[in-house]
């Protein structure tokens, strides 16, 4: 027991800051509907800190009457340039996740309800307060979804919403199997496991027990040093171990294995596609999809949603089948033509009721611009785009560049693969001297 509290005592110390790192800026990451994540900003951080808020833009828009015009949008706000993505100003702070236009008025979902927009003013104009994941629009009729669980269809004359509803998808519709690469995803950013918030909450909970055990690690190593204050050491141990430590053992284990994949997911991808998970065996959350929502579509006659599995179609939102397979993380709809952008799929489009595989189109494109009588897929990484220019990095960019290492250099991932390694290392030893203490009654921390 003397050797195991040696190495948990060498590997804690070595690995505690690192640890503590990823779990604070884990934590917060979890939580990206926070608006202060993008509200405050940094100056003086490394180039790949900057360049990581470029993907926080969710919608592009050219104006078809003045091509010049320009609206984008995204976490960090509403942007509008009027010399054609030369130069941009910022018409609001709200989070913007989705742009639709009809009769040259825009529809806007936000992190505060849907906006309209007619180039001047910037109105609410339905769902105040609620934060709005995707929108479609047909005519008058505007179908918003609330945080990916709830929907909402909206009569735009009337600004009433005449349908309030969850969605729940019959359980022969959800019978499909997955790959481990999405797995792996689903279960590191919290939801992967159960529905509701459970998952995000096993998260949180493994996280901030994480960055506390850190912390109060270095503590008691400094208090066992100083041995007058051994009374308050042997208090402090108390909070490192105990019950509620042990119980976090499984959220941790999850969040540092799935994290050494997602450190090396381009090495690992071919192989993390190549195997499939069988649903009999997936975790519960897989059997409902209820807060699953990534995407929304309506033609006039047939509501679509589109969720991990695919897209789901029905005429009256209750009745639902699956109309296509794989991840529909955007759509956006042109007239006939529905756009599917996918995530770990392939982009797809509907026209003239057969889907097909849409060709030439950037892997998880946002939005679809309209140019010229063609149509451009935008996507916040290519060069071709104009977007605001920024000086300086939002806080979620800045945690985001912590977290993966790419903050401090490109090698960093490998710090953070021993930071795991340590962890694994750390629960067991920390787990067998819990179990012995608890067995002998008494501290082997002072022998």
Known sequence: MVKIYKLHKIVGLSFAAVLALLAFTGFLLDHDKWSF??????????QKSIEADKRLFEAYYIDKKNSDTVIAGGKRGLFKSTDAGKHFEKISS????????????LYIATSQGVYCYDFKKLTPLVLKNRYISSLALY??????????????????????????????????????????????????????????????????YGALVLLWLSISGYIIWYLIRSKQKAQFARKMIKTHANIFVIF????????????????????????????????????????????????????????????RYGIYKSRDLNKWQLENRGFAYRMIRRGKRLYVSGMGAPNRILDAKHFEILKNAPHMFRDIIEKENRVEYFSPVQKSVKLPQFHEATLYSVLL????????????????????????????????RWRHKRKHFKYLFFK
């Open 37 to 46: 994540l993008y509200t405050i900003t940094f100056k003086s951080v490394p």
């Open 94 to 105: 709200l989070q913007c996740n989705a742009i639709r236009e009809q009769k040259h008025t």
């Open 248 to 307: 976090s053992i499984f959220p941790l284990f999850i969040l540092l294995t799935t994290g050494l994949f997602l450190d090396h997911a381009s090495a690992l991808g071919k192989f993390m596609k190549s195997v499939t998970i069988p649903h009999k065996v997936l975790p519960p959350i897989y059997n409902t999809l209820k807060a699953d929502i990534w995407s929304v579509d309506y033609d006039g006659k047939v509501y679509r949603i589109g969720n």
């Open 401 to 432: 560049t912590l977290h993966d290492g790419s903050f401090f250099a490109s090698w960093w991932i490998w710090v953070n693969d021993a930071a795991a390694l340590s962890l694994l290392l750390l629960l067991v030893s920390g787990f067998l």
């Open 139 to 204: 005519e008058n009729k505007l179908v918003a979804v609330e945080e990916k669980e709830r929907v909402y269809v909206v009569d735009i004359k009337s600004r009433k919403v005449t349908t309030s509803t969850e969605i729940f998808l019959p359980k022969e519709a959800l019978q499909e199997d997955i790959k481990l690469s999405r797995f792996i995803r689903d279960l590191h950013y919290a939801r992967g496991l159960f529905d509701g918030d459970l998952s995000l909450f096993l998260n949180d």
